[in-house]
């Protein structure tokens, strides 16, 4: 999903001489949404917008005046006497029009719906740019009687008439807003930024009502039983080095031991692919002995699970206690430190997590992982200097640790690219390629190598070694449905190949809402809006954590009434979001 984002940052930053706000509030959002790893609704109407907005631009010279002046053709050509008419009662409708201007102006509301209501009575039903004018002033009157109802219906009169009225648009839509119908009024909201460009009101007012959806969708939300992804799992435990919870030789100790604990079943659990069964399972454990000489190891999993399953106020006071337990050995100390700093991160707060990477690497100055770890978080914040420090002294800690060598080239790109140096990109590029013989299966490196080609705007060498990675590394979706992602953005053409890959990773890994909103967007890309929908209907039954349930719902949301709102107004939004590029989760913490 970071991908999208990416798009949506890569597209405005590709472009930085437009004067598009997108820029402003998008960036700020799109900042918050990279972190976390999920997308800010608001960041595809900005996109959309944002495109739609390039469209028009290049249109702008031959926009049409939203009102014609049929009037003034009717006069020139008076020749037969049902035209004739036809002026009569035009110039009649407007003047009684005007009539019920003046009696708004004298606040005389009720007088002047009356005379609106008899010039749409006696308006020609060709003279359609007067007739929605005419519903439009008597919808701005009903608006001020408060009467909500008849402002949408009149509203719905004019528009009908006239699909890019904004006045009106916008009228409905605050009326449909008023009146709870989210639905209309976020669909109003979104033709209006179509039409009228982005403008931050519209998106703010667009958002608000998103979030009143998203929260009233998942109050009616069943509780989720998916199970958490396999790949997900794997990826994220795979991201603290030597976890203590996957040290092989103490499972065999618990299996042996123990084998009827609720230990040595969670672990069973774990190998079966129950993992929403760990954290209860180690619960029992927990509750079983006074003092298990596990205790500290069961804590760690329980955390762990938790952190996994979005459920970050229980992960932290696991990883509490562990930290103040007296009897704790360092490893599992600093295992729970760096998993509580992430837990931050996920809960969005990031000074949080760096104060307790500080602190981290204040308790174990010998170790290489905190390092490692702050050093990330300061890339994601831009702090590359600060971050080049810290993948220094981890290497200097121990020289051969492959995520510290990773993690420092993706930043010495990273500095590269803002000091506009290309030399010091295409050296830390080739000094990534010289790990391929050795690491070619490593998914780690794999992911590190092709973000950071993506990161530079080299798609087709990210798009080469994806090739090579998905036969050295295979049956993984992270690797199918990057190259998916990849292909969909370098060509259109390769479609259907990328529809094939996004397949076969959900085939290989069902519940994996990463690759079910990447294949949303594939899917809006292509103008299939429903599709995308329920793309997103399926990632938020597999979602955890109220945060992303949001923006997903939200999403669900946005994507369908953009859908309505481009299908309202007959666009044709060319597909492909340019500049698709992957933010791996090793980044941007478990997400
Ligand atoms: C793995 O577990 C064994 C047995 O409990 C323990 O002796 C060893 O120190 C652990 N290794 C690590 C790296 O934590
Ligand atoms: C620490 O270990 C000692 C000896 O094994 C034990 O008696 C004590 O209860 C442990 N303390 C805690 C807080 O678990
Ligand atoms: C799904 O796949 C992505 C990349 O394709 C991977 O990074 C992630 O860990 C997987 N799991 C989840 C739950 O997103
Ligand atoms: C993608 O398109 C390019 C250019 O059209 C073509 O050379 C390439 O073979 C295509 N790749 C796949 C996997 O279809």
């Given at each position: 999903m970071a991908s999208y984002l990416r798009t949506i940052t890569g597209s405005s930053s590709s472009n930085t001489s437009s004067s598009i706000p997108t820029d402003t509030l998008g960036k700020r959002l799109v900042k918050w949404a990279l972190i976390i790893g999920v997308p800010t609704a608001v960041c595809v109407a900005a996109y959309l917008v944002y495109r739609q907005q390039q469209e028009q631009a290049k249109k702008s010279a031959t926009r049409r005046s939203p009102l014609p002046t049929p009037l003034s053709k009717v006069n020139e050509d008076t020749t037969t006497t049902s035209e004739n008419r036809l002026k009569n009662r035009l110039t009649l409708a407007i003047d009684l029009k005007n009539e019920g201007n003046l009696k708004y102006r004298e606040q005389n509301f009720n007088e002047a719906i009356e005379a609106y209501s008899r010039a749409i009575e006696v308006c020609p039903v060709e003279s359609t740019e007067e007739l929605s004018q005419f519903y439009q002033n008597r919808a701005a009157t009903w608006e001020l009687l408060k009467d909500y109802e008849k402002v949408v219906e009149d509203c719905s009169k004019a528009i009908e008439l006239n699909p890019k009225y904004v006045k009106c648009i916008q009228r409905r839509a605050r009326a449909a807003e008023t009146m709870g119908n989210f639905e209309l009024a976020l669909e109003d909201y979104s033709t209006v930024c179509f039409i009228d460009s982005y403008q931050p009101a519209y998106i703010m007012a667009a958002d608000k009502v998103l979030t009143d959806l998203a929260k009233r969708y998942l109050e009616n939300l069943p509780p989720s039983t998916a199970e958490l992804s396999k790949d997900y799992v794997r990826t994220s435990l795979n991201e603290?080095?030597?976890?203590p919870i996957l040290n092989e030789s103490f499972i065999n100790e618990i299996r042996t031991s123990q084998p009827d604990s609720s230990l040595a079943r969670a672990y069973q659990a774990f190998d079966e692919g129950r993992f929403t069964d760990i954290p209860s399972l180690c619960t029992n454990e927990l509750e079983s002995t006074d003092d298990s000489p596990y205790k500290l190891q069961t804590l760690l999993l329980r955390g762990s699970f938790y952190l996994l399953m979005g459920n970050y106020a229980e992960a932290v006071a696991d990883f509490d206690a562990i930290i103040n337990?007296?009897?704790?050995t360092e490893k599992i100390k600093m295992n729970a430190e760096l998993k509580r700093a992430n837990t931050k991160i996920h809960q969005r707060d990031l000074e949080g997590a760096m104060y307790q990477y500080d602190e981290c690497i204040r308790n174990h100055p010998n170790e290489c992982s905190p390092h490692v770890h702050r050093g990330m978080l300061k890339t994601l914040l831009e702090s590359y200097n600060e971050a080049h420090d810290d993948f220094i002294e981890a290497l200097k800690i121990s020289p051969t640790n492959l995520r510290a060598k990773y993690q420092k080239l993706i930043n010495d790109a990273k500095i590269g690219a803002k000091e506009h140096q290309s030399e010091s990109i295409e050296q830390a590029l080739n000094n990534f390629e010289e790990y391929y013989d050795t690491c070619k299966q490593d998914i780690y490196y794999a992911l590190a190598i092709t973000s950071c080609y993506l990161d530079n705007d080299r798609k087709d060498r990210a798009l080469e070694y994806l090739n090579k990675f998905v036969k050295e590394i295979p049956s993984n979706p992270t690797l199918l449905a990057l190259k998916a992602n990849c292909l969909m953005s370098s060509d259109p053409s390769n479609n259907t190949e990328a529809e094939k890959l996004y397949i076969e990773a959900l085939e290989l890994d069902p519940s994996n809402e990463t690759v079910l909103t990447m294949f949303a967007i594939f899917k809006c890309n292509q103008n299939q809006f429903e599709e995308a929908a329920s793309l997103y209907e399926r990632a938020i039954q597999c979602t955890r954590g109220e945060e992303k349930l949001l923006q997903y719902a939200a999403l669900l949301y946005a994507i369908r009434a953009q859908g309505r709102a481009i299908k309202r107004l007959n666009l044709n939004l060319p597909g492909g979001f340019p500049q698709a590029g992957p933010l791996p989760n090793w980044m941007g913490g478990m997400a």
């Open positions: 603290f080095e030597d976890d337990d007296p009897n704790v």
